[in-house]
């Protein structure tokens, strides 16, 4: 029952398997394979006309017109492959349903010669009818889930055997006849049972299927990843651009006047050679200054979505939904992360969408039924074109068509309601634009992938792992010297490419190799690629840096230094900190005073002493901006010499801080507060499993065995009682903050044990975060929310904050309507409000943590990033708030040695207290730094959650088979997401790969979505099993390695197993 899988395993493994023709044009794999401009080449476009006129006496031939030995050769086309052109030539003016009446067993590239020779008048009109993009896409590799193949579309191909594709041909002539029909609840799919597979095309002419399915019989596991065998080099330039939603396409070609669609050009022009314009060219920055003050145009950045690499957005100034960017072209060369600006097309072209939870991509077959309102009605009407994907297509795709058609087009010619209204049936437009600008490239331009060989060119193709970036054309001279004559060797080699120039009359970029990393699959060449791709600087630091540190090694404190400061050498303070931390930025102290309350320190590295303005230190601390921690090793802001030495607050040394001081009582209440330069030595320092298990043994007598060095001037006791009055005065501080108004959302994050040696996962267990964590985080809390109130108080117009706006209203609703129908209790109008939903509205019983997970992941959807700022850029203070701490102002103070945004702080601290100089920046200079610390931190964030799923696919692969419950935290129409609660990470689970699968149909009421799976009974006497998913629902799946590197799936078990 294993077959649905099998065609992936097919695919991965195919490289062995092809014959030295086929090796040396490798089937390439990304979005921008196909679309491709028509063939632009005039030496081939001339073989193409002269290949026409000889095969024309063929036309009324009844056997399968194959390609001459000699000119498949030329062509390069595996013999196995050159049935298969339909699917590379599939525009629709080549293959629609009227040119091919009579042809059915002719060969079809026969057909694509014919019809470039006559170019009928029938062309425009045809060419509308074109096969979605959706269902033309093979598998590709995912760069962010873990998951080959863009299943979620719905374009992976079904397997048919041969005997099936008359079985399935009634079946389709069936479909038609109940196409007017249709269920609300919709078949989606027959993973296992071909003759039951809808194609969603009722009317496909009988010998054009049976051909086709013949073709697909051949090679199933070829169809479902190859993007055509003609995709690179000269015969890349056969397939026309397109849209990524089939429909979506037409009124992209229809755009002549406001898109100039690179498609519209190429059929016009009918492919002679000439250089077409791709892309349109930008907009001068007079024009975008002038636009973007009238309100014209719009700035944002861009955001590709990593599983629909063909759906871009940018936030709508409004706050509302967000904008939709449909495609290559209107991203017009645009880079995931670039700051553009952009033209909203007019409100005709805009984008039907049925929630707004699938604004931002969603639902998965949302791409196969998103309609531009223009084409609906026009679409509705036309004769469907031949489908030649027999993945079962979701029926709704035409129940859609004639909802947006009752609904959007009932009255041509008026006004369409407002778009942020839901229509009765729950659809919403959504605005769609055009980049006109790139205002900053924040892409790095450079990119990990694979090299691969075109015969008789002067350049290799350079295929990205990430599909958002394009294919690069690379210089043969530039590649390694062996690689034209020994292309296998490095198939399995992983470069980095940097992207050079992308002309606007190319699909392709052009690029040059900047590194060759090693083989694919391994740690450090990919953790080297990942560093590379996302700009993190981790080369070594130069000697010019390095002149900036102290010179006297080693280096002891000034006596006019000590002579400035508050001596603190003889206090009981000590470090917190996980167990392998060498960057120590925090210590802390509790003192019971005669009174009965305590005084609390916070003292921290005080870093902008060695760290001075303007100097070659502070210029790279700046662009480095934090620290990037990864699971083997850290790539640091400072040189190790400050960072794990000098600034570090290590046991046993006197070492530089900034401290603040509060007189506290027990329950929290701050009486008073101090700041200033001190000296400290640290007695000693702690894990946070040292901190726990002295909060969880009270009464304990530790023995120095069992903790680090301590200080001989400080007994353990003394350290001991420390810590349980801080825990006390933590647990209040944090009970008032949360009673306040504050909200936490945990999220579950994997460790590792490494092998000390080879740094490989030895295993891997979810983190805990337990009372000591706590403990220190409110202090650290506690100490920035007071720093941020001095800073701004003092310095209204410069001060660096950190704020975090509250949560997309828009979204919100959705998330409230949605848990309204799921039965949850839980209240979105405050951070507050929903803080104390979620820890009292999810039972009592073994499975409530888990879904506390999924419930805190479907909130954490709604939420914006926190934010640096410069208070003197925002005018008015009620945006300055923190939402998810409920406080008016926060900064960051306390990890200098990670965060440079906390050395800006410190100087504004020194500056405030007379004990350092003024801040030598504008409130612009400080607005532009805060911005990039933003943009490294969002950089630094997203390299520890690749770095963490590389260990973990290392893990699985070493490890596995790994089984564990998990928890549906998410339902879509061919697949539903997963929290695998034995290791915390999230996978999704398609339909169609699923073993031993009958059916499955999607039923979706309001906002609540439900899968309803039937299994093959492993009795066939017995019926079908049938089960439910939605939300909160518990399975059983097995983790597998993947062939691809480092990649793994999530199985789904049968639920007999379940129950077992």
Known sequence: MDSSRQPKQANLNREPKRSQNQSNTPPQKDAY???????????????????????????????????????????????????????????????SPSSMKGKGEESSLSLYMEKLSTRSTQQDCERKQGLSDRQRRGKRRDTTTSQDGDIESGEELVSLKPNDSKKHQKQQQQQKKNKESKETDSFVGHPQSPKKASTGSGQEPEKMIKSKKKNLSKHPEEERSREGTLKSGVESQMSRPKSPHGKDRKLQQSRASSANSPADKSKNKGGRGSKKQVFESYMTSEEVSHGLKRGELIQGQLRINPKKYHDGFIPSPDDTR??????????????????????????????????????????????????????????????????????????????????????????????LEDPST????????????KVVYIVEKKHSRA??????????????????????????????????EDFSSRPGDYTNTLFICRITNWAADSNFAEGKLAKTLGQAGE????????????????????????????????????????????????????????????????????????????????????????????????????????????????????????????????????????????NITPEGKILSEWFGRTVIRSCVKLSYDHAQSMI?????????????????????????????????????????????????????????????????????????????????EELMLLANIATAHHIHRKFPELALLRRHPPPKAKMVDELQELCDQLGIDIDLSSAGALHKSLNTTLGDDEYSTARKEVLTHMCSRPMQMALYFCSGVLKQEQFFKHYALNVPLYTHFTSPIRRYADIIVHRLLASSLNCGPNLGLSTEEVQKQASHCNDRKTVSKR????????????????????????????????????????YGVQKRIYCKSVAGLESFRHHKVGKKSELTLVWTPEDPEKPPVEQVISIFTLVEVQLKADSAPMKYSAVLKRPEENAS
């Open 33 to 95: 394979a196909r679309l491709l401009s028509q063939h632009c080449s005039t030496k081939f476009s001339l073989y193409l006309e002269q290949y026409a006129k000889d095969t024309l006496f063929q036309k009324d031939g009844n056997g399968p017109s194959a390609l001459p030995k000699a000119q498949s050769d030329k062509l390069n086309i595996p013999q196995r492959k050159r049935d298969k052109v339909p699917n590379d030539f599939s525009d629709s003016s080549d293959f």
């Open 322 to 415: 967000d904008i939709f960017l449909d495609g290559i072209v209107a991203r017009n060369r645009a880079l995931n992360g670039d700051i553009v600006v952009v033209q909203i097309l007019p409100r005709e072209q805009w984008k039907v969408v049925r929630s707004d939870t699938d604004c931002d991509g969603a639902s998965e077959s949302e791409n196969q039924r998103d309609n531009m309102a223009s084409t609906a009605k026009k679409k509705a009407q036309r004769t469907p074109r031949p489908d030649v994907t027999v993945a079962d297509q979701c029926s709704d795709h035409d129940e859609l068509i004639n909802k947006v058609q009752s609904t959007t087009l009932t009255d041509t010619g008026e006004a």
């Open 422 to 433: 839901p229509r009765s049936n729950g659809e919403i437009l959504q605005k769609t634009a």
């Open 447 to 480: 990119v990990t992938g694979f090299l691969k060989f075109l015969p008789d060119k002067p350049f290799a193709m350079f295929s990205p792992v990430d599909h958002r970036v394009p294919r690069i054309n690379v210089l043969l001279a530039d590649c390694p």
């Open 523 to 662: 740690i450090e060449p990919e953790t080297e690629g990942i560093l590379t791709e996302y700009d993190v600087d981790f080369s070594e630091f130069s000697d010019e840096v390095l002149d900036c540190l102290p010179k006297n090694l080693p280096w002891t404190i000034p006596p006019e230094e000590m002579r400035k400061r508050r001596d603190l050498r003889k206090e009981c303070i000590f470090t917190i900190d996980p167990a392998t931390a060498r960057d120590l930025d925090d210590a802390l102290s509790c003192k019971q005073l005669p009174d009965g309350n305590f005084e609390v320190g916070v003292h921290i590295a005080d870093v902008s002493y060695f760290v001075g303005e303007d100097n070659a230190l502070d210029s790279i601390a700046s662009q480095r901006a934090t620290s990037v921690y990864m699971v083997q090793k850290v790539i640091p802001m400072l040189p190790r010499l400050l960072c794990e030495e000098l600034c570090s607050l290590n046991p046993l040394t006197d070492r530089l801080t900034f401290s603040v001081i509060w």
């Open 696 to 776: 969880e043994a009270p009464e304990k007598m530790f023995s120095t065995e069992e903790l680090p060095p301590v200080d001989p001037e400080h007994p353990i006791d003394e350290i001991h009682q420390a810590v349980l009055n801080l825990h006390t005065i933590a647990k209040n501080l944090r009970a008032q903050r949360f009673a306040g108004g504050a909200l936490r959302l945990d999220q579950l994050k994997l460790s590792f044990t490494l092998d000390k040696e080879t740094m490989m996962p030895q295993g891997c267990y979810v983190y805990q975060y337990r009372d000591s964590n706590k403990l220190v």
């Open 943 to 982: 390299v520890q959650e690749l770095s963490s799923e590389l260990f973990f696919g290392v893990f699985v692969k070493d490890c596995g088979p790994l089984d564990s419950e998990a928890m549906v935290m998410g339902v879509l129409d061919q697949s539903f997401d997963v929290l695998v609660l034995r």
